[in-house]
């Protein structure tokens, strides 16, 4: 019994000469989001549509929920809800009666499906506007709540925020939040977005050439990319003793007279230099280093980096 939602062993998909997924081993924990990060052609859609045996592997498994996809498909699927291409909405119909067909084709039983789906995507129920109508970011709240509508276990979602402007991303991004927090959903989302990712996921698999490079929780990223607050002062060597006498904080590094790094982030930056102040140091900068994040993935991936 594996002890992940989805787990998969050295999943491989080769076309012609080519290896779009190779040897992949991916870990999806319950209750967490877990984001798929690779630039074009990494091999993420291809990962996902076999997990969804929407195409074979030529070599390797998956396990779903600790049973084979491979021979459980008909038990699985439908405790799982994707977003994978463009859904073939009826452009003729509205968003309501598209939602209709689905759940009466999958036999969807809860009579307040359709409209808690749109509820939740933010989308108005029984809305006369035609699919057709519909702008590129509805027609992607569409096909999210197409996804959720049969209230499956566990998402999996290809780049849902394709698309979408900044405010429709914070929105699905606070949705499928919501997903995971209160309704312990499981959710697999996929971008080339590195600070999207950042800001949604748990755990992060980096996939490039259809090889995961790394595969982390982001808390474990953000210590490793060390996150860290940056103060420039008069003088760092006095500096070091308030915070060990005023904060007993020794978690800091001394780059040279002016220049320090402080790695707890667990205390208010306001205070420190506050206390900085009070004892007669200048403090020209304080400030929390973000960057070092992006560094650590172009490093990863080897130079290119992910936007
Ligand atoms: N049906 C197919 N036949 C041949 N090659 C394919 C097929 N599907 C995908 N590929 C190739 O596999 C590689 C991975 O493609 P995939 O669509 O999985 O990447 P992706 O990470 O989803 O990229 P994007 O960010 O552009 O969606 C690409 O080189 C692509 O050309
Ligand atoms: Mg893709």
Known sequence: MSK????????????????????????VQKGRIYGLLGRNGAGKTTTMKMLLGLTQPTSGEVAIWGKPLAANEKKLLPRIGSLIESPGFYPNLTA???????????????RNAIKNALDLVGLPYKDRKLFSQYSLGM??????????????????????????????IAEVRSFIRNLCNERGKTILISSHILSEIALLADDIGIIDHGTLLEEESLEELETKSSKHIRFTVSDTAQ?????????????????????????????????????????????SQAATSEESLED?????????GIA
């Open 239 to 283: 500096a070091a003793r308030i915070l060990e006498r005023s904060f007993h904080e020794n978690q800091f590094t001394i780059q040279d007279d002016h220049n320090m790094r402080l790695h707890n982030l667990n205390i208010s930056i306001g205070k420190i230099v506050t206390a900085f102040v009070e004892n007669g140091l200048e403090v």
């Open 4 to 27: 992940y939602v989805i787990e998969t062993r050295n999943l491989t998909k080769q076309y012609g000469a080519q290896k779009s997924v190779a040897r992949l081993n991916i870990h």
């Open 139 to 168: 027609k992607q709240r569409l096909a999210i709540a197409l996804a959720i509508m049969h209230d499956p276990e566990l998402l999996i979602l290809d780049e849902p925020i394709n698309g979408l402007d900044p405010i429709g």
């Open 96 to 110: 309501t009666e598209n939602l209709r067909i689905f759940a009466t084709l999958r036999g969807v039983p809860n």
């Open 296 to 304: 650590y993935f172009k490093r990863v991936t080897g130079g290119e």
